[in-house]
């Protein structure tokens, strides 16, 4: 079994930061990518920011400037921080990793169920 779990998320004025956090547990062989994905209400899910395992990062225009990932692989962990928060940023908050476990020959997509961050204006 394999589990992501966010915490970080919260209620922050326009102009603040929160930093997010996603840690990675169970029956783990290896991490490959892992992304950050947020919804907003009546939106769909899209990708904010990706992290590969060698740690090349990619953003979307709509954060690349204010937002980072980064990732601790000994702890199996990603974060993102996200600074000069807008209302617009306002949205739950999901991480994604693509994870191998012990035995399978590839790897899979997981998904954490999400943190809700609120930027009032």
């Known amino acids: 079994q394999v589990q992501l779990v966010e915490s970080g998320g919260g209620l922050v004025q326009a102009g603040g930061s929160l930093r997010l956090s996603c840690a990675a547990s169970?029956?783990?062989?290896?991490?490959?990518?892992m992304d950050w994905y947020r919804q907003a209400p009546g939106k769909q899910r899209e990708l904010v920011t990706s992290i590969t395992g060698g740690g090349i990062t990619n953003y979307a225009v709509s954060v690349k400037g204010r937002f980072t990932i980064s990732r601790d692989n000994a702890k199996n962990t990603v974060y993102l921080q996200m600074n000069s928060l807008k209302p617009e940023d306002t949205a739950v908050y999901y991480c994604n990793a693509v994870i191998k476990r012990p035995g399978e020959p590839y790897g899979r997509d997981y998904w954490g169920k999400g943190t809700l961050v609120t930027v009032s204006s």
């Open positions: 169970g029956s783990i062989f290896s991490i490959d990518a």
